[in-house]
């Protein structure tokens, strides 16, 4: 039989640190600046995919974005203290890769707010990509879900119904709700609508983090 090592040549225990523990939301981060420069990218986006420019253009295009990357990169920060995504004063918690969601009213069981899709997310003859819509729902449902309790939880299941086309540059309503709760399971679900037409919905489980999951 092997024996327990003794407490001197135990390896140390490191502790457990939860990375979700101290997010600090704060919407002064990057300020206005910050704000103007979100929408002018995302026009950049639209513009992009909008643009049939000949090659030289593409070039110069090129040059004056890399540019950007250059002025960026010495600013590189950890995570929870980039203002994408932690600006929840903007649409889209002001991270470009999400749909420009905008918050209208919010509860702990229950969340209101309007979406616009833009030119950079349409898929083909005037429709929104299928796959921009399960994005939506997985933010606002992960927003609310975590919402609902003190630690953090994912995504385990996400359904989303397709009813009609979603259009690009129409103000569209969503409505969220927390259906119910059962231990570290929360169960919600989301409505896409046009108005009187419902665009598309969603239920999911987000299920609450054990300590030391990342």
Do not use: C
Request: aromatic share 8%; glycine share 10%.
């Amino acid at each position: 039989m092997s024996s327990q090592p003794s407490a001197e040549n135990r390896p140390p225990v490191t502790p457990f640190i939860d990375p979700f523990a101290n997010i600090t939301v704060d919407i002064e981060r990057g300020g206005a600046p910050y704000a103007r420069f979100l929408e002018l990218f995302r026009t950049l986006q639209d513009t992009v995919v909008g643009s049939d420019p000949p090659q030289d253009v593409w070039d110069q295009v090129s040059d004056q974005v890399k540019t950007a990357i250059d002025l960026l990169v010495p600013w590189a920060a950890p995570e929870w203290q980039r203002p994408a995504g932690m600006r929840v004063d903007l649409p889209g918690r002001g991270n470009p890769l999400l749909i420009p969601f905008v918050w209208d009213d919010e509860s702990e069981a229950h969340v209101r707010g309007r979406v616009v899709f833009r030119p950079f997310h349409l898929g083909g003859n005037g429709a929104a990509h299928g796959g921009t819509l399960p994005l939506l729902f997985d933010d606002v449902l992960g927003r609310l879900a975590n919402s609902v309790g003190g630690t953090i939880g994912r995504t385990a299941f996400l359904k989303v119904n397709y009813r009609k086309i979603t259009p690009i540059g129409v103000e569209l309503q969503v409505d969220a709700t927390v259906d119910r709760i059962e231990g570290r399971k929360r169960w919600v679900s989301a409505r896409l609508s046009d108005h009187d037409t419902l665009i598309a919905d969603a239920e999911g489980l987000f299920v609450e983090l054990l300590p030391g999951q990342p």
